[in-house]
């Protein structure tokens, strides 16, 4: 179950409870909303530092691999509990401050509503797919009008950054971790390049952060985070949304406002599903004993349907009272700052494409690999209903 909890909604789970995954590793699964908000909340007992721990322990072969391109992740962002933390988040926050990223709404809108007609069109003729044809790369080609990024082809970025993900986050064999090893370290030597005299967010975090590698590091997370995680999300919505007719009914007519489809689908199909922290010292949650060095599992996705804060929480239910309360951002000190810019992707293109969606019936649903924290859904197919 430890690697597929989007799929284990089952109301029995006990507020906190110790998992073993598959190398033998205890973590301490917490499934209350509360409890998840106290642990982020409490930065000094539980601590970022394991966020982006590999799952699978990374062998000597691919971390040579790795070496040999020069690959190092010190504490930066999401597992940086250190004083460094708030001027990195700073410079971060101020690239996508709100008021820039309203500032590609406008653009955004119609390169969606172009893509959109086409795909309408094509409809007549052939299935689409949803994923491949619309949501994959809009996150990354908004992200590069907002920071400067290293001149790659966006099925490269692409590559690179689901590959980190599944290095990190998945139970993974070992000639995969070779050549995933492979994949991460090439285009990480792209990034640490670039961080030496890039312009923009690399040459702001150059002139503050203590290191090369913190600014190598900082751009690879910004890489991973800033563009996989909505991408994920949009093809999340958009399938849900296909099952939900009346909510599409109700965005047609404006009787549903976007914003509250968007917030829903946050609390019901977050592409994050549990995130990480780590006991900095024994301590009591929820009545229970954690040890220091405890790996402690926040249930992100589970939280969002926690029966406490939301009156239906398995239905799409766009407003219901509750429904921006989900966790799937975080909270406290590490809560995610692309968080404006997620939402304004997401309300952009569900308002243009729920017409298109209104009218097919699905193909092929995405599939989503094991994984501890990301959802990775693929190819989603659709023809005319
Ligand atoms: C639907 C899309 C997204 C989701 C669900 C999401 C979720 C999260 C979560 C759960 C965290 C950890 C929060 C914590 O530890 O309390 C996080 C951190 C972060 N996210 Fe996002 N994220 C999304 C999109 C983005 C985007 C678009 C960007 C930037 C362009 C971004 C940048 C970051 C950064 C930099 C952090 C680390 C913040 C820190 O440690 O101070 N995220 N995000």
């Known amino acids: ?155 490269v970025v692409k590559e690179f950054t689901r590959a980190a993900l599944e290095l990190f986050w998945a139970p993974v064999a070992l000639d995969r971790q070779l ?16 961080a030496k005299s890039g312009p923009g967010l690399a040459a702001d975090l150059r002139a503050h952060a203590e290191s090369l590698d913190m600014v190598v590091g900082a751009l690879f997370f910004l890489l991973v985070a800033g563009q996989e995680t909505t991408s994920q999300f949009l093809t999340l919505l958009l399938h849900r949304l296909t099952g939900e007719p009346a909510v ?38 929820g009545g229970t004993p954690v040890a220091r060095g405890t790996s402690v599992l926040l249930w992100l996705a589970r939280a969002g349907r926690d029966g406490s804060v939301v009156p239906n929480p398995d239905e799409f239910r766009p407003g219901q009272r509750g429904s921006r309360r989900h966790l799937a951002f975080g909270a406290g000190a590490h809560r995610c700052v692309g968080a404006q810019l997620s939402r304004m992707e997401a309300s952009v293109v569900v308002a243009e494409t729920a017409p298109l969606l209104r009218g097919v019936e699905v193909v092929r649903p995405p599939w989503c690999p094991d994984n501890l924290s990301f959802r990775m859904p693929d190819a989603f197919v659709v023809q005319k209903g």
Not at 179 to 194: S, Y
Not at 249 to 272: F, K, Y
């Open 1 to 155: 179950m430890l690697f597929r909890t989007w799929e284990a909604h089952a109301r029995e789970w006990p507020d906190v409870a110790t998992v073993a995954d598959h190398v033998g590793v205890e973590h301490l699964v917490v499934t209350r909303h509360a409890l998840v908000r106290q642990v982020l909340a409490d930065q000094e007992t539980f601590r970022p530092d394991n966020a982006l721990d590999a799952v699978t322990p990374i062998p000597v072969g691919a971390l040579r691999i790795l070496t040999q391109h020069g690959f190092r992740l010190p504490p930066t962002l999401a597992n940086n509990g250190h004083p460094s933390h708030p001027a990195i988040r700073g410079i971060v926050a101020e690239a996508l401050h709100p008021r820039r990223v309203e500032e590609q709404r406008a653009w955004l809108t119609a390169v969606v509503r172009g893509r959109v007609g086409q795909l309408t069109a094509d409809l007549d003729g052939r299935p689409i797919d949803v994923y491949g044809e619309l949501t994959a790369d809009l996150p990354l080609l908004v992200l590069a009008r907002l920071v400067a990024l290293p001149d790659a082809e966006a099925a």
């Open 179 to 194: 050549a995933l090893a492979e994949i991460v370290g090439r285009f990480h030597a792209v990034l640490r390049e670039f």
């Open 248 to 285: 599409l009914d109700g965005l047609l007519t404006g009787a549903v406002a976007v914003d509250d489809v968007v917030e829903e689908g946050l609390r019901l199909v977050p592409p994050i599903v549990t995130w990480r922290r780590v006991a900095a010292r024994d301590t009591v949650l």
